[in-house]
């Protein structure tokens, strides 16, 4: 199956003869209390062109939400007089995919670029709640953040479950042009069966911090393509079973709890980077091994299949510690992984005891 996403033009030919001023892609032009070129004829939805919150630079919000909110604006200023100002969408947004759920706000990395705008791109993978408690489902986070002071600047999330109120985590952050510092601080309602009691927003937020205060280096992976061998050293850190399912070809294979009785195998004039599955495992790889006697670098967040090609004509790269920064991801050699599907809850019907609903394990522990 092929899906082709074209994209889409906003229907202004009605403006345009009416003479009104048009912006790109032939958007209406508004100003900030949804009038056009013409102050007797408003705008709003689809249709109209109205300057980033973000970026500053014009575009389109092609969402139902944002069109909704600005037709009751328009209603006050019409009736009263242009008492209301528009702020601009940031775009937020969530889809179904089969059994994939996806969000995205703010803006993307082609959009930095695209704008001139510097920035530095995150990746962790987490679950939708604790660990611990039954069905907990993978989570991948996304953000790009400013690389002084740490503005979040948009985010993505794909996963099964719980994609929807992290989104809304993150669109908070984003409307009131908060970092990622407010990132680690932003309070969620926290029980096992729906987060972690540091949720994975919470954690998208530290991640970002280690690599602005320069606690750990980065290296993504079309670095890894153009990096010379002779002087560098590939190791992943993962189990010797996870090793023999596939790896970056060249790479060294030290399990991270093995790592510290091993360093003698590990060059010193060279530069070390380090991977795993997710980043978690080269992440304690980097803090234990001796700053002092080897440049260490992790792939972050890890080892991700299958890997697209890289794209062409890449700009707008942030130089940090010595490397340089821009997609975060890198593929082995292995086969596609198959997605896990949500499992059937474990819970057995809810027995009555004097009319009175208790769950199964409080039944048992009576």
Request: charged fraction near 20%; charge should be positive; hydrophobic fraction near 40%.
């Given at each position: ?53 973000i ?77 611990y408690?039954?069905d ?28 929807d ?6 669109a ?6 908060e ?32 690599i ?70 080269s ?57 896990p ?18 769950p ?7």
């Amino acid at each position: 199956m092929v899906i082709l996403s074209i994209g889409v033009r906003p229907d202004s030919k009605l403006a345009e003869d009416a003479g009104l001023e048009l912006g790109i892609n032939r958007g209406i032009k508004v100003n900030d209390y949804l009038q056009t070129s013409d102050p007797e004829i408003y705008a709003l939805g689809d249709a109209i062109v109205f300057p980033n919150p973000i970026t500053g630079v014009e575009s389109h919000t092609y969402l139902a939400g944002p069109a909704n909110k600005q037709g009751r604006l328009v209603a006050d200023n019409i009736v009263n007089g242009n008492v209301k100002t528009y702020k601009g969408s940031i775009s937020t947004a969530i889809a179904k995919v089969f059994d994939l759920t996806v969000g995205a706000t703010g803006v993307s990395e082609k959009v930095l670029r695209k704008a001139g705008i510097p920035y530095i791109s995150s990746i962790i993978h987490a679950s939708s709640h604790a660990g611990y408690y039954p069905d907990a489902l993978p989570l991948t986070i996304k953000i790009v953040f400013n690389p002084t002071d740490g503005k979040l600047l948009g985010g993505q999330i794909v996963g099964f479950d719980g994609v929807d109120k992290r989104t809304d985590m993150l669109a908070h952050i984003l409307k009131h042009g908060e970092t990622i510092y407010d990132m680690q601080e932003i309070e969620h309602a926290y029980a096992p069966p729906f987060s972690s009691a540091k949720d994975p927003v919470n954690m998208a937020g530290l991640v970002a911090d280690n690599i602005i205060n320069g606690m750990v280096r980065i290296i993504h992976w079309d670095e890894i393509r153009n990096l010379d061998m002779q002087d560098a050293v590939l190791i992943d850190v993962r189990t010797d079973e996870e090793y023999a399912l596939g790896s970056i070809e060249g790479s060294l294979n030290i399990p991270v709890d093995d790592l510290r009785a091993r360093l003698a195998e590990i060059p010193q004039n060279k530069k070390v980077i380090v991977f795993c599955g997710t980043g978690h495992r080269s992440y304690f790889a980097i803090v234990s091994l001796p700053k002092a006697d080897l440049m260490t670098f992790g792939i972050y967040p890890g080892v991700t299949l299958p890997m697209n090609p890289p794209p062409k004509n890449r700009a707008t790269k942030m130089s940090f510690p010595e490397i340089t920064l821009a997609k975060t991801t890198i593929s082995i050699r292995a086969r596609k992984p198959q997605l896990p599907k949500p499992r059937a809850r474990r819970w057995k019907p809810m027995p009555v005891v004097c009319n009175v609903p208790v769950p199964s394990c409080v039944s048992r522990m009576r």
